[in-house]
């Protein structure tokens, strides 16, 4: 079994949308020794079934395990929501999910609205862990357009529509690429209304991790297209570097 490296940290996305929790995590933790995997060659997440949300999952966690992570973080809210459960015991590195580590500093509202992909809100989650009366509205365009850098206001504008139809206190954009989208959203709503999870997020790991002492590297992995994802990622963070990697199935699965 390989050594886990205390000061290891990985971050696992479908894409770009990860780069929000660990720009803000980076600055809470700067000498943690980062590990980025975005699955570009899969992306978006959200219209995969539940058999190939876990597949891909364990392809990237063993990809963490052999590089000796101590800690990874499910900045994928998709497979947060669909896969955790069944993950969380497989693995010998602590696990941080985005959904069931944010749900409990949430503000408290009488109702919350969420932008999610179409698994997640199949799966209920953010309803589930939070016990809050929620509107959960599907959006399964909205990686694309972050991913490709190609915004369709009107496909916006009328998600937000319909959300707002339903008078909700706080909006939750439940999924990590939709904060990149905020310049948009906040043309047709106050930006008070919106809640980016990252920054609890990163909040909460931070304060768990305690201290970290590593020297402070960064590393970043895609299944495809790696200049694209370069591209994609200036919106938020300044990637120097990243590798194609090509990750086999490793374990066979139960079921």
Not at 97 to 117: E, N, R, Y
Request: charged share 20%.
């Amino acid at each position: 079994m390989p050594i886990l490296n205390k000061n290891k940290i990985a971050i696992f996305d479908s894409g770009v949308g990860g780069l929000t929790v660990f720009e803000k995590l980076k600055k809470l933790v700067p000498e943690g020794d980062y590990i980025y995997f975005g699955d570009t060659a899969n992306m978006p997440y959200g219209a995969k079934t539940p058999r190939q949300l876990l597949e891909l999952t364990v392809n990237a966690f063993d990809f963490f395990e052999q590089q000796g992570a101590a800690y990874v973080v499910m900045a994928c809210n998709t497979t947060s929501a669909v896969v955790y459960d069944k993950i969380k015991d497989r693995y010998p590195f602590k696990i941080y999910p985005i959904i069931q580590s944010v749900a409990s500093c949430l503000p408290k509202v009488d109702k919350l609205g969420v932008f999610a992909t179409q698994a997640t809100v199949d799966s209920g989650a953010w309803s589930r862990h939070t016990g809050v009366p929620t509107v959960e509205i599907a959006c399964p365009e909205w990686v694309k357009m972050v991913e490709g850098a190609n915004v369709d206001l009107d496909n916006i504008q009328s998600k937000l529509n319909q959300m707002l139809a339903h008078n909700p206190d706080k909006i939750v954009l439940g999924c990590t690429h939709y904060p990149y989208l905020m310049p948009v959203l906040t043309k047709f709503a106050p930006a008070d209304i919106f809640i980016d999870p990252s920054a609890c997020f990163a909040e909460f790991i931070a304060a768990d991790l305690g201290q970290v002492s590593g020297g402070g590297s960064e590393k970043f992995y895609v299944s495809a297209d790696e200049q694209t994802f370069v591209c994609a990622a200036e919106m938020f963070y300044r990637v120097k570097a990243v590798s194609r990697i090509s990750l086999p199935n490793h374990r066979q699965l139960d079921g």
